[in-house]
């Protein structure tokens, strides 16, 4: 047996975004979001479930914040609506969106518990899609008075902020695979809409230092691992462009202010070209306080031509899948935060989500969640390695508390620690709660 041991001061958290979970779609003044559009069409959505109702959250917030507190964590990662703190993204305030938030922080604070709060979860107010959207720069100043709003509600309150989550998801996954809201197949279009994340990102942490609001900003950008299947070049190469697609083109406008150039020119081949502006890299680049790292998976991969965007393709090597169909590969985990570091330098690191897709089965109201357990302890034993490497990991957030609208998969695909019964939407903490729980408490577990 052996022990895995965490720092002192290591920061254990859960995720969550709010339209995964709060319901109340139509209640208290908010408005619409690109979400209810997209899932209110039918086609979009396994079952077309929508998040109108979700876990509730919205009514059951005080039942969630005793299931933290009983936890233990003393992060909780959550998500604000947009459009339900600026209905029509622009303009008027809604005062109650705005006291829904809070409330839910106050009563984190109550409990010891630091709010760790994302601004863009990909809930875009639909107003602002009708006027173009994210491929409209005037949508990047929207952002940044919403933020303002949100910094001068919460400042002293909320010290560690979030910009965007998961820019590859709301420009990439979202305008050229069209997975996800609004569901548009154009890679010019995505590649503008991730540049206009990004200043909007920039131009955010810029109101942040101007508002000299108190605590941390930074972003958190989901990446995966790719390892060669061969040491052949093409094959190295076909790896770098298809991690390189969640690393580079995301974090080198913000580490370096620059693209990557073996991306760019893969892109400038196919016609496809950046809107940048005069001083954009400047503000994409501002310093951010630490880097949020959102990983799930990894794999093996090599080059065939013609093969998705940049002639990548996956390997079936035999590794275990969770549910998602996603490769458990821990050692990934490893290599990308090494890789990381060794790129941008030593910025401090949260993990803002990893987690495990598993069914459920509910047994005299008891969830063995074996394989989840299993799941988080080797990406653990793979983030005490990069500790002992000298990453300067700051924190670790399971995604996710509850189960939840698991976007284009609607309700059939859980990754809680806690399960919902979507018709009673009862909570039972499965045994990965208590096994996480202890883990806290002790700040050490074994294998
Ligand atoms: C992340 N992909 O989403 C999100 O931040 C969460 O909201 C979500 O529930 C969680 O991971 C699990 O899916 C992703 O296709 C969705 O590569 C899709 C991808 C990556 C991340």
């Given amino acids: ?117 994302t601004l863009y979860h990909w809930d875009l107010p639909q107003k602002l899609e009708e006027k173009g959207g994210w491929d409209n720069r005037d949508t990047i100043d929207a952002f940044v008075e919403y933020a303002n709003v949100m910094f001068e509600r919460l400042n002293g309150k909320v010290k560690r902020w979030i910009t965007l989550n998961e820019p590859w998801c709301a420009s990439f996954l979202s305008h050229y695979i069209g997975e996800h809201a609004p569901g548009n197949q154009d890679l010019q279009l995505a590649v503008n809409v991730a540049h206009h994340l990004l200043m909007a990102h920039g131009k955010t942490v810029q109101a942040f230092r101007e508002l000299a609001v108190e605590g941390e900003i930074g972003y958190a950008p989901n ?121 941008y330098g030593n910025i401090p690191v949260y993990i803002t989500e990893n987690g495990a897709c598993y069914d459920d089965v509910v047994e005299n109201g008891r969830v063995r969640d074996e394989q989840r357990i299993a799941y988080i302890k080797k990406h653990l034993i793979a983030l005490n390695r990069c500790l002992e490497s000298g990453v300067n990991i700051k924190g670790y957030h399971v995604w996710s508390l509850l189960d939840n609208f698991e976007w284009a998969y609607g309700y059939t695909k859980r990754f809680g620690i806690v399960h919902v019964d979507f018709q009673t939407l009862k909570r039972i903490p499965k045994d990965s709660y208590y096994w996480y729980q202890k883990l806290i408490r002790n700040n050490w577990f074994t294998i």
């Fill in 223 to 343: 990446v995966t691992w790719l390892e060669p299947y061969s040491r052949k070049s093409e094959d190295m190469e076909a790896c770098r462009r298809g991690n390189g697609w969640f690393i580079e083109w995301f974090m080198d406008p913000v580490f370096k202010g620059e693209y990557p150039a073996f991306l760019t020119n893969w892109f400038a081949d196919k016609g496809i070209t950046i809107p940048l502006k005069d001083g954009d890299l400047e503000v994409i680049s501002q310093p951010v306080d630490f880097l949020g790292i959102n990983y799930y998976n990894g794999n093996l991969a090599r080059h065939k031509a013609n093969s998705g965007l940049f002639d990548v393709e996956n390997i079936d090597a035999g590794y275990d899948k969770t549910d998602f169909d996603w490769f458990i590969y821990p050692d990934g985990f490893y290599s990308v935060l090494l890789y990381v570091k060794k790129r």
């Fill in 1 to 117: 047996m052996s022990v895995i041991q965490f720092p002192k001061d290591f920061v254990w958290g859960v995720a969550t975004s709010a339209y995964q979970i709060e319901g109340a779609a139509f209640e208290d003044g908010r408005g619409p979001s690109i979400w209810d559009t997209f899932s209110h069409t039918p086609g979009n959505i396994i079952d077309d479930e929508n998040g109108d109702v979700a876990c509730d959250s919205y009514h059951r917030l005080d039942e969630d914040i005793a299931l933290l507190k009983e936890l233990g964590v003393n992060s909780y990662r959550f998500s604000v609506s947009w459009p339900r703190v600026i209905p029509d993204g622009t303009g008027k305030v809604n005062k109650k969106g705005l006291q829904y938030y809070e409330n839910l922080v106050d009563q984190l604070l109550e409990h010891g518990i630091e709010p760790m709060c």
